[in-house]
Nanobody, 122 residues
């Protein structure tokens, strides 16, 4: 499956962005989908994941209550709604497809998109 992330940009603190991850080649309904992020000099870190049907979600503590992951299997697309953004949310955001729900490990996701830059200014 090929993944294409989009929707990144520059916003001020407190603002919102909605990231999209469009898949092609295979249906995403057979995958757990996740979002990760990577800031300069920092290892890629888990942000959120959503189960195959979208009925269950799991978030990193630092985004709980601010970010919402969702999916539309009919459109083969996953979303990350980001509200109340903070400067520390600045990073390249990656979508990924895997097989294990609630895993936060990069190694458990076998397919990755190219990333989209999110910059939050204070």
């Amino acid at each position: 499956v090929q993944l294409q992330a989009s929707g990144g940009g520059s916003v001020q603190a407190g603002g919102s962005l909605r990231l999209s991850c469009a898949a092609s080649g295979r249906t995403i309904s057979t995958f757990v989908m996740g979002w990760f992020r990577q800031a300069p000099g920092i290892e890629r870190e888990f942000v959120a994941t959503i189960s195959w049907s979208g009925g269950n979600t799991f978030y990193a503590d630092f985004v709980k209550g601010r970010f919402t992951i969702s999916r539309d299997n009919a459109k083969n697309t996953v979303y990350l709604q980001m509200n109340s953004l903070k400067p520390e949310d600045t990073a390249v955001y990656y979508c990924a497809a895997g097989r294990r729900f609630t895993t936060t490990q990069v190694s458990d996701y076998g397919y990755w998109g190219q990333g989209t830059q999110v910059t939050v200014s204070s």
